[in-house]
Every structure is written in structure tokens, then in C-alpha cells.
């Protein structure tokens, strides 16, 4: 891989820390005297290199091998509540929900989502 310079590697860290694009590259480079047009784009740029996506991709591995509770724990957890015999039906209904937010099943669709009209009005 390619070495990033120290800029490069502010970027990523702040993406991994949960900035913006745009924030991680404010915190990154001098922007004092650009538009936040050029911002936003240099980011966007910036975010399209296979350097910086596989450097940002190690340091959320690192991350989350060393995280206390992850997805994945969260995961295991609810289906063991769900496998227990001992468990109660609302707990376990409770489960079930839980599992479907982390997973996004309970997104409104497209169908669901109610539209907006718009209405024209003509003053004479």
C-alpha cells in the first residue's frame, strides 16, 4: 500500500472517530481560504482513493477488535435470549425487535412513506 502522508492520516482517523467527510478534511488541512464547495469536493476526492478507503477500513477492524461490546456481541446476545427456554414471551418479542432495528427491517418503505402533494394556488 501506498504511504499516506500526515494529513492522509489525520483524514482517516477522523472519519474512523465518526467525522464528516468534510470535518475530517477541515481537521486535516488548511481551509482557511477555500469555499466549502472545494471542501466538500477535495473530500469527496480524497474519500475515492484505494489508499485512504484501506487505511480507514484497518482502523475500524482495530477498532472494533478491541471495542468492550460490538454488532456482533449485540448480535449473540439477543439470540441467546431468543434460544432460552427460560426466556418470556415479551422478552423475547423484545429480542426480535431489538434484532430487526440493528438490522434495519423496520425502515419505513417507499410504500409506507407518506407523499407530499403540492398544491398550486393562483391569487387574482
Known amino acids: ?70 454488532r456482533a456481541d449485540s448480535v449473540k446476545a439477543l439470540i441467546s435470549i431468543l434460544q432460552d427456554e427460560k426466556t418470556k414471551p415479551n422478552e423475547k418479542i423484545q429480542a426480535i425487535k431489538e434484532l430487526n432495528i440493528m438490522h434495519g427491517y423496520n425502515q419505513p418503505s417507499e410504500r409506507d412513506t407518506p407523499q407530499r402533494e403540492t398544491i398550486e394556488i393562483i391569487w387574482t
Open 1 to 70: 500500500m501506498k504511504k499516506l502522508t500526515p494529513k492522509q492520516i489525520t483524514f482517516c482517523d477522523a472519519i474512523v472517530r465518526g467525522k464528516s467527510q468534510t470535518e475530517a478534511y477541515k481537521e486535516a488541512y488548511n481551509c482557511d481560504n477555500m469555499k466549502d464547495s472545494t471542501i466538500h469536493n477535495n473530500a469527496y476526492m480524497l474519500m475515492q482513493r484505494s489508499e485512504i478507503k484501506e487505511r480507514i477500513k484497518e482502523l475500524k477492524a482495530k477498532l472494533e477488535a478491541v471495542s468492550l461490546w460490538n
